[in-house]
């Protein structure tokens, strides 16, 4: 069965960086996109864009690029999603979404990403 | 960037009732919208793509219409267990925004 295991929660200070990692199981890791999607407390999901494990392409949101980067480890099928210069407004759940019919299908449990000074 | 809006952005029906949840599209996005479920304090779950294919082990109360702009995700007979908040999702090219959410509570 599909699994997306992410890593724990982060508690960071504005200014830093922050490297959420997602790890997949069983099926073809390479086979199928993976997105990013956040949600900050009580609001609304944003999607932030997907990776393709197969070739390491990206395609980012406009409000992300620059500052977000996703890429993947193909032997420990793992993809990583890194914000840089965080500000408070980056204080949201961070989920990792493999594809299914195009969008996130199957998700992962979720990674709290806390910016605090 | 299109924009999507659901309607309304919260909803409160009885258990049996007949619950329709819109979404609208700033521009065409042919039939490339899904839905999501997110209950209380869970991952979201994808409960129909390309408009109106309902994804596998999704109850068949649940049913999406709409193409070009306008949108339709219906329950046909409210459920306790459908408590939760909806989105839309357009996929036709990045980004792929959501709707704000239509939050569906029990009265």
């Known amino acids: 069965q599909v699994q997306l295991v992410q890593s724990g929660a982060e508690v960071k200070k504005p200014g830093a960086s922050v490297k959420v990692s997602c790890k997949a199981s069983g099926y073809v890791f390479t086979a199928y996109f993976m997105h990013w999607v956040r949600q900050a407390p009580g609001q609304g999901l944003e999607w932030m864009g997907w990776?393709?494990?197969?070739?390491?392409?990206?395609n980012y949101a406009q409000k992300f690029q620059g500052r977000v980067t996703m890429t993947r480890d193909t032997s420990i099928s793992t993809v990583y999603m890194e914000i840089s210069r965080l500000r408070s407004d980056d204080t949201a759940v961070y989920y990792c979404?493999?594809?299914?019919?195009?969008?996130?299908?199957?998700w992962g449990q979720g990674t709290l990403v806390a910016v605090s000074s | 960037d299109i924009q999507m809006t659901q309607s309304p952005s919260s909803l409160s029906a009885s258990v049996g009732d007949r619950v329709t949840i819109t979404c609208r599209a700033s521009?065409?996005?042919?039939?490339?919208l899904a839905w999501f479920q997110q209950k209380p304090g869970k991952v979201p779950k994808l409960l129909i793509y390309?408009?109106?294919t309902l994804q596998s082990g999704v109850p068949s109360r649940f049913s999406g219409r709409g193409s070009g702009t306008d949108f339709t995700l219906t329950i046909s007979s409210l459920q306790p267990e459908d408590v939760a908040t909806y989105y839309c999702q357009k996929y036709n090219s990045v980004p792929y925004t959501f709707g704000q959410g239509t939050k569906l509570e029990i009265k």
């Open positions: 979404g493999r594809e299914e019919e195009v969008v996130p299908g199957y």
């Open positions: 390309a408009a109106s």
């Open positions: 990776i393709n494990p197969n070739s390491g392409g990206t």
């Open positions: 521009q065409g996005i042919t039939n490339y």
